[in-house]
């Protein structure tokens, strides 16, 4: 079975610094890999997605992320945090690769918090 | 343009009472999916629709959930007798198409809470 571990559920960096949030993943074949945000009270936003194109991936705000096979892997980065990036991550794996369902495994999240 | 509209935003329920949770998918989109969200957890999956065709209930956690989408667009999801481990957010999504890479729209979410 397909899943996503989050390493820390809580990170906190200044206004400026790099951004990492770490993400691995559990999977038999090559999986479709997601990152969501959200923001208090609202639903979940993507930010980008993997899907067997290119390793390195640009998404909005800002932020990438590296599909890492060797180290089954997908943090999320990005180089200068910004006051309105504070909310929480979330990881996500698709259930069935290939199949038509698509249903989302996410990770328990990690809540950014950024100083000024 | 409308995204994913969910309603109520906030539901209060006694133990033991019934409650329906609406889900207003984005026009057109043929997938719609329901997440249950506990407090400091991330979402997991209920249900999985295929327009009207409910293809995957395998996340249900008993026989008290129920979810239907009748006419392939509008979906509920049906609680009945609900306890208190019931009490999380409840997210809809929708999906263009049935591919596992399509983007999930998320819909904001309603909040349950179980007395």
């Known amino acids: 079975a397909q899943s996503v571990t989050q390493l820390g559920s809580h990170v906190s960096v200044s206004e400026g610094a790099l951004v990492l949030l770490r993400c691995n993943y559990s999977s038999s074949v090559p999986p479709y890999l997601f990152w969501y945000v959200q923001y208090p009270n609202q639903g979940l936003q993507l930010l980008l997605k993997y899907t067997s194109a290119a390793t390195l991936v640009k998404g909005i705000n800002g932020f990438e992320a590296e599909f890492k096979k060797s180290e089954t892997s997908f943090h999320l980065t990005k180089p200068s945090a910004h006051m309105s990036d504070a909310a929480e991550y979330f990881c996500?794996?698709?259930?069935?690769?290939?199949?038509?369902?698509?249903?989302?495994?996410f990770g328990k999240g990690t809540k950014l918090s950024v100083k000024p | 343009g409308a995204g994913v509209s969910q309603s109520p935003r906030y539901k209060v329920a006694k133990r033991g009472q019934d409650v329906a949770l609406r889900c207003d998918p984005i026009s057109g989109h043929v997938s719609l999916f329901w997440y249950q969200q506990a407090l400091g957890q991330g979402p997991e999956f209920l249900t999985y629709f295929q327009n009207e065709a409910q293809l995957d209930k395998s996340g249900l956690p008993s026989d008290r959930f129920f979810a239907e989408r009748p006419e392939g667009s509008v979906s509920t999801l049906k609680i009945q007798r609900t306890q208190q481990e019931d009490s999380a957010v409840y997210l809809c999504a929708s999906s263009l198409a049935e591919s596992s890479y399509n983007e999930q729209f998320f819909g904001p979410g309603t909040r349950l809470t179980v007395l």
């Open positions: 996500a794996v698709t259930g069935n690769y290939g199949g038509s369902q698509g249903n989302l495994i």
